[in-house]
């Protein structure tokens, strides 16, 4: 079991910057979602137990950073350059099977769990 809790959503001007944190228990790849209203949850980022490989999906290379701290048990999306379509409901998820390879997952049934959510509004 991998608990999830995820922190740091707010309102935003586009241009401005967030940073999201995940408290993980558990050894596990880390990733980032997000879901907006009347649309389907997408890939946003993700990274490897061992924060060796990282992956991004295209609308948030250059502007969004995954990093991870095993000393902490946290995931972080560093948010920067936001965008009034970047709002959404961020999710952190977690997938400990084969947590030590280097593979990243991008689609979301290969998440097996998933923290509550948090707002993300950017204004234009």
């Known amino acids: 079991q991998v608990q999830l809790v995820e922190s740091g959503g707010g309102s935003v001007q586009a241009g401005g910057s967030l940073r999201l944190s995940c408290a993980a228990s558990?050894?596990?790849?880390l990733g980032w979602f997000r879901q907006a209203p009347g649309q389907e949850r997408e890939f946003v980022a993700a990274?490897?137990?061992?924060?060796?490989?990282?992956y991004y999906a295209d609308s948030a290379k250059g502007r969004f950073t995954i990093s991870r701290d095993n000393a902490k048990n946290t995931v972080y999306l560093q948010m920067n350059s936001l965008k009034p379509e970047d709002t959404a409901v961020y999710y952190c998820?977690?997938?400990?099977?084969?947590?030590?390879?280097?593979?990243?997952?991008?689609?979301?049934?290969?998440?097996?769990?998933w923290g509550q959510g948090t707002q993300v509004t950017v204004s234009s």
């Open positions: 998820a977690a997938r400990p099977r084969g947590f030590s390879g280097s593979y990243i997952y991008t689609e979301s049934y290969e998440y097996d769990y």
């Open positions: 558990g050894r596990t790849l």
């Open positions: 990274i490897t137990w061992s924060g060796g490989s990282v």
